[in-house]
């Protein structure tokens, strides 16, 4: 499988361990990822703020320039690139006028022939080969023990009529990637509750109230990590949460869903970036792995009675 | 010379002044014989909020029953003065002053959850973002600073290159802002993490996305009172 | 020889402004036929009556043409003056040049023109009416009453006393309906099994009654005053005349698990079971789906799992290889009284509508509906009339009730109102209330509807002296957090968001038809509307009639309603019923189908069009008897006289009385040569 790829202005910035992670899941599972030539900023919540045709037309510019390149669909991992992308498809299809509009405004032909993917549909829909490679490792999988909250944010399915790739209320595509890893989903409250994305910095009270309201409830669900799919959204929640006063809480990982299967696959930690956040992942994953032993432990002691009993029964007869 | 001078006299009638300074209004405009008729494109001011979002938007705010299901899930609803579903009562009932007056359209987040959760469809992030574009194409209400400057600085950066430097942004964020010191201290965590690449990124467009935002820049300030341009949404049909 | 009068009407001024009436008038009296035309400013009041009488009988006319509104208005009023003056009616006719001519043009001179050529055409029409008798057929004294609830008892009841037998078919295995499941009826906060158990057990012991439960309508044939229905009496596996009710298999019964529909899923019934006690007929039924011996006779064993209900029973009531009957009842009117469901906020719906994802798809188990706070509250529910919330059996400290879930939301597909809610949320609070004085009672709401007699009252008394708290506004989310249910709501009037940690949430959801209800309507030939409701025929001033002539709706299967309007509305559709039997025959309206044997075909193309089943076929025979052919015959009782079969028999061997290709020809004729 081959797609276009638009990383968006954080991939390289602020998220870069998404796209490390992103990177190196791709090539595990023979995705081949071609960067759009030449793409430009999608405009995130900026550009619609000020003006719907900007909002429009310049994500469209990076689906044009897709389209020209040869492709048919494109990954966008940040969710508000996604959000943008795919709400210019839409535009582009159904507001009158739009069509003929935007390629005089980008002076670029475009036939809005591109399909816009985000990150969680291209995982879904390789939950399949994840889970059998998962299952194909030898080592116990340490990630059994993970119980992790699935964190959406509100642009990966809102408005439903723009992405539609999943219930807007109750989705399941991230679970779904999570079971596929051998780790447990949380069942919990603040899936798709906003983090307070765009005001992180100029709002960051705002932000920390909210994103404050989701780890709570995610610890209170009993989750170990959170699973975010967004630069922004992680960003507040993990690089933001040494600001929020937990009261004495141990602090909450968050992951990307890219590390997530990264590990799952066995790809080498390093290449999957977990120094790169702001709350340690160690202690997480130093449980799991103690867990892990613990089981394997559990385990052997197991075979070995039920051995020593078959080795009764055979001396007894 | 007799000259007839026609122009929009707001709700569908035009307004015929003569050279003789007589002024008429009507439905349709009545010319005496012979006149030569010049049409004055500038609309008349100011439209009623509900008209400007139903002919940008395609929303008619009518049917918002004021049911407070927006506002009960809005994020930011504790901050704002007036929540979503106070902005679409006062949009229909074109309250410009209480509207503009405080800070409560910028602060919505867009994150749609009022949109997907309203039982009438009237999209009230829809209708946020068609008075934000009014409020910014008219120079009326204010943006809180802080927003404001955030708002500015992205697109500042994205103007000059293309792609926004994060860095680039947070500096322009500062001195737009005056928070100068914000965030000062995560400063050499982000640095030590990689995660603050100092090189802004030159594409080759960069000049392309100017030219883009100069485009619609222009379109923004002719908007306000023109016929409905390429922007309206045909997602919401009367229903 | 013709001999047509021509009235023309001024309508005082609605033709008489657009139309030269005298001009009309003048220009009919010179046409071929037309023995004398006349206008008057209202043709259809009593001297206008007189006029058309009086000329009828002056001039001997064999043919009238009143020139006015729209036959729909006043056909009836002229052709029965007509008939008053020894004239067949269905010589009469209108030309209407109001709706079709004053109404709609400004140009007084091409509407007057208009208007001579509209009766001109209508004139050459008449000459070529026949006289026609009108049909009369006989007429079944007996109803059917679909549906046991409180407006099918009702109408059964009225009707019965009325002095006809009625056959009362009900789904369930005993009557009551939802009346049953309620705890208190608004405004009184009587009980409601107190005031309904009295009805149910007349309408079992009225000796016209005649009772089905555990049945359903299978097929409908007929017309008005001739129906035929089958009904599956379903498989019981109890005998009805043996069983005496004494219950020893139900408490012998094993498997105990059962989710029970009269408790709204919040207690367990046995297999073999009465759904309560008060049931009528107090007659078990064996649920064959959920049953041990059943299930393992499904699964092919070769030994029946279980028989303890027919071990236990003392009167050997018990037959486990009965299997559903069918039974035909002819009757002369049907009422449809088959009532509502509830909305279920979960994820699978049908098409069409969509489920409360930010309220929890169903799964938060503190979170309940209406009849299932119905069914807590009653003292014969399954916590005996206790506060006590299901996932823990607590009592609940807080309870949120939230208004219009699924009402008023177009966007879960549903846009009407559901008129009830309003009233019984104020009575579960208040219900609440009494049981649990220190308690706190929530309302989320849009509005408060409480429009009947004593409503408005009842609903302040519940806000001004049992103190539950209305907030006006709806609840963005609802779920689970730790043992509490938090809700998300807003109050519009003081501008504030509002959450709630409740103990327990009432959520007041839509009503709507019940399951089936469209299948019951194909069956009946009854049209629906795009929530499901029944039609009625007019929704003003024929609210209890449908369409379909002979059938009638009662209760919340034509929109949602509440008891004492059902009541109502079983009254009245026991007012048409007895109405429909009052005469020895039934009066038709004579403009139906008539087929020519002789030149029939037997092609049957007819019999292949006709929507309402009005062709049969009919054997020709030779002089021995024996069968030499099939024509078509229309059933001048079934015949709605829409004319399909007329458009497509290949030998114009059919005919529509009143409209025949003479009369049609006429008219065509009459219009192309002026």
Redesign the interface.
Same mark, same amino acid.
């Given at each position: 499988m081959t797609l276009a790829y638009y990383p968006g202005c954080s991939m390289h910035g602020t998220s870069r361990e998404y796209e490390e992670s992103l990177l190196a899941v791709a090539a595990a599972l023979d995705v081949g990822l071609t960067e759009i030539d030449d793409w430009s900023c999608c405009g995130a919540s900026s550009a619609h703020v000020a003006d719907h045709l900007l909002g429009v037309a310049l994500p469209a510019r990076n689906l044009a320039l897709a389209e020209a390149q040869g492709a048919d669909r494109v990954l966008a991992p940040c969710a508000a690139c996604y959000n943008r992308l795919s709400g210019a498809v839409h535009a582009v299809a159904e507001e009158p006028g739009m069509a003929a509009r935007v390629p005089e405004v980008l002076e670029r032909p475009f036939a809005n022939t591109v399909r816009v993917l985000s990150i969680v549909e291209l995982l879904q829909g390789l939950a399949p080969v994840i889970e059998e490679r998962v299952a194909a490792r030898l080592e116990p999988n340490p990630l059994e023990h993970l119980n992790v909250a699935a964190y959406w944010g509100c642009l990966l399915v809102r408005p439903a009529e723009i992405t539609g790739f999943d219930d807007a209320e109750r989705p399941t595509g991230m679970d779904d990637v999570i079971s596929a890893c051998a780790a447990n989903p949380v069942r919990w409250n603040m899936a798709v509750e906003c983090c307070g994305g765009a005001f992180s910095v100029s709002r960051t009270s705002s932000v920390l109230r909210l994103s404050r309201a989701i780890i709570d409830d995610a610890r209170r669900c009993g989750a170990d990590a959170i699973l975010a799919a967004c630069p922004l959204c992680h960003a507040n929640l993990d690089f933001r949460q040494g600001a929020m006063s937990l009261r004495g809480e141990p602090p909450m990982p968050v992951l990307y869903i890219t590390q997530l299967v990264g590990l799952a696959l066995g790809l080498p930690m390093s290449s999957l970036g977990f120094e790169r956040h702001f709350v340690d992942t160690q202690p997480l994953f130093a449980h799991l792995a103690r867990e892990a032993d613990k089981a394997a432990a559990a385990a052997a002691e197991r075979a070995a009675a039920k051995a020593a009993k078959a080795a009764a029964k055979a001396g007894a007869s | 010379m007799n000259v007839a001078l026609i122009g929009d006299a707001g709700g569908g009638r035009r307004s015929v002044r003569s050279t003789d300074g007589a002024t008429t209004e009507g439905n349709v405009p009545r010319v005496e014989e012979g006149a030569t008729t010049l049409i004055d494109h500038r609309p008349a001011m100011p439209e009623p909020l509900a008209a400007y979002v139903r002919r #940008?938007?395609n929303i008619n705010v009518a049917r918002c029953?004021?049911? @407070? =299901?927006? &506002?009960?899930? /809005?994020?930011? @609803?504790?901050?704002m003065a007036l929540?979503p579903? !106070?902005i679409m009562r006062l949009t229909l009932a074109d309250d410009r002053a209480r509207l503009f007056a405080g800070d409560s359209l910028?602060?919505c987040?867009? /994150? $749609? #959850?009022c949109?997907? %959760? /309203?039982? =009438? !469809?009237v !999209?009230p992030?829809r209708v946020i973002?068609?008075l934000? $574009?009014l409020a910014?194409a008219e120079g009326a209400g204010h943006a809180?600073r802080?927003?404001r400057? +955030?708002?500015e600085a +992205?697109?500042e950066?994205?103007r000059a290159t @293309?792609?926004? &430097?994060?860095?680039g942004?947070?500096l322009q964020?500062k001195l737009r &802002?005056g928070a100068l010191l914000?965030?000062v201290a995560?400063a050499p965590?982000?640095l030590r %993490?990689?995660?603050?690449?100092l090189r802004p990124?030159h594409?080759? @467009?960069?000049g $392309?996305?100017k030219?883009?935002?100069a485009?619609?820049?222009r379109?923004?300030a002719h908007s306000a009172g023109a016929a409905? #341009?390429?922007?309206? &949404?045909?997602?919401r049909d009367e229903? | 020889m013709s001999r047509i009068g021509v009235f023309i009407c001024h309508c005082g001024e609605n033709i008489a402004r657009t139309v030269d009436c005298g001009a009309v008038a003048d220009a009919l009296r010179d046409h071929p036929g037309v023995t004398v035309a006349t206008d008057y400013k209202y043709m259809c009041s009593d001297p206008g009556q007189q006029l058309i009488k009086k000329a009828i009988e002056d001039n001997a006319l064999t043919g009238v043409v009143v020139c006015a509104c729209s036959p729909h208005m006043h056909e009836k009023t002229f052709r029965r003056a007509a008939a008053q003056a020894g004239l067949n009616p269905f010589v009469v006719e209108m030309a209407n040049i109001r709706e079709h001519c004053s109404w709609i043009h400004d140009d007084r001179e091409q509407a007057t023109a208009k208007a001579i050529d509209t009766a001109r055409t209508i004139v050459e029409k008449v000459k070529h009416n026949r006289p026609l008798q009108t049909i009369r057929i006989p007429v079944t004294r007996r109803a059917l009453v679909i549906g046991g609830g409180i407006a099918g008892i009702q109408a059964a009841l009225d009707i019965a006393d009325g002095g006809h037998e009625v056959v009362l078919v009900e789904k369930d295995p005993s009557i009551g309906g939802h009346m049953s499941q309620l705890s208190e009826t608004f405004p009184t906060l009587d009980c409601s099994q107190c005031i309904l158990t009295p009805r149910m057990v007349e309408a079992y012991q009225h000796p016209r009654i005649k009772l089905y439960t555990w049945s359903e309508v299978e097929k409908v044939d007929g017309y008005i005053g001739n129906f035929s229905v089958t009904i599956r009496k379903k498989a019981r596996s109890v005998d009805e005349d043996l069983c005496n009710g004494c219950g020893d298999c139900q408490a012998a019964c094993p498997s105990r698990r059962i989710a029970s529909e009269f408790d709204a899923g919040l207690s367990r019934r046995t297999a073999i079971y009465t759904p309560f006690p008060q049931a009528v007929p107090n007659i078990p039924v064996l649920d064959r789906e959920h049953c041990t011996l059943f299930k393992g006779r499904r699964k092919g064993l070769a030994k029946d799992a279980c028989g303890t209900c027919k071990e236990t029973c003392l009167k050997g009531a018990i037959d486990y290889d009965g299997e559903d009957t069918f039974v035909t009842e002819e009757v002369g009117a049907i009422v449809v009284a088959t009532g509502f469901q509830l909305y279920d906020i979960g994820r699978e719906q049908p098409e069409g509508l969509k489920g409360y994802g930010e309220y929890g798809y169903g799964d938060v188990p503190d979170v309940i509906d209406g009849l299932q706070f119905e069914r807590l509250a009653s003292a014969s529910g399954p916590a005996g009339g206790k506060m006590r919330r299901p996932s823990d059996g607590a009592e609940p400290k807080t309870v949120v009730f939230v208004k219009c879930v699924g009402s008023r939301d177009p966007e879960k597909g549903m846009s009407y109102c559901s008129k009830i809610c309003c009233m019984y949320t104020a009575k579960h609070t208040m219900l609440y209330k009494h049981k649990v004085p220190d308690g706190r009672a929530v309302v989320f709401y849009m509005d408060i509807r409480a429009a009947g007699k004593g409503y408005d009252e009842f609903s302040r008394r519940a806000i001004e002296e049992d103190g539950a708290e209305y907030i006006r506004g709806r609840v963005s989310r609802i779920f689970r957090d730790g043992d509490k249910v938090k809700v998300w709501g807003y109050d519009t009037l003081s501008n504030r968001q509002v959450v709630v940690d409740a103990d327990m949430v009432v959520l007041a959801t839509a009503v709507r038809p019940q399951p089936g209800i469209a299948e019951l309507a194909q069956k009946l030939s009854v049209s629906y509307d795009q929530d499901g409701f029944l039609n009625e025929a007019h929704p003003k001033l024929r609210p209890v009639e449908t369409n379909t002539a002979g059938i009638y709706l009662a209760g919340a299967c034509q929109a949602p309603r509440d008891i004492p309007e059902s009541v109502a509305m079983a009254g009245a559709t026991a007012a048409k019923v007895l109405g429909l039997f009052s005469a020895d025959e039934l009066e038709r309206d004579p403009s139906v189908a008539l087929v020519n044997e002789r030149t029939c075909s037997g092609c049957f193309n007819c019999e292949r069009v006709c929507p309402y089943g009005a062709i049969e076929r009919r054997d020709v025979c030779d002089m021995e008897g024996h069968v030499c052919g099939h024509v078509a015959y229309v059933n001048p009782g079934v015949c709605q006289g829409c004319g399909t079969c007329v458009a497509v028999c290949p030998s114009k061997s059919v005919e529509l009385a009143g409209f025949t290709d003479d009369q049609v020809y006429a008219e065509i004729n009459a219009l192309a040569g002026w």
């Open positions: - | #940008t938007a029953y004021q049911c @407070g =299901k927006c &506002s009960a899930g /809005c994020p930011m @609803g504790p901050e929540p579903h !106070d910028w602060l987040l867009t /994150c $749609e #959850t949109s997907a %959760r /309203c039982p =009438k !469809d !999209d992030a973002d068609a934000r $574009e910014a809180p802080n927003v400057a +955030f708002h +992205f697109l950066q994205i @293309g792609r926004l &430097s994060e860095v942004l947070i964020y &802002s914000q965030d995560v965590a982000m %993490r990689g995660k603050l690449p990124q594409i080759a @467009g960069a $392309e996305v030219h883009i935002m485009v619609c820049e379109e923004r409905p #341009t390429a922007g309206a &949404s045909a997602r229903r | -």
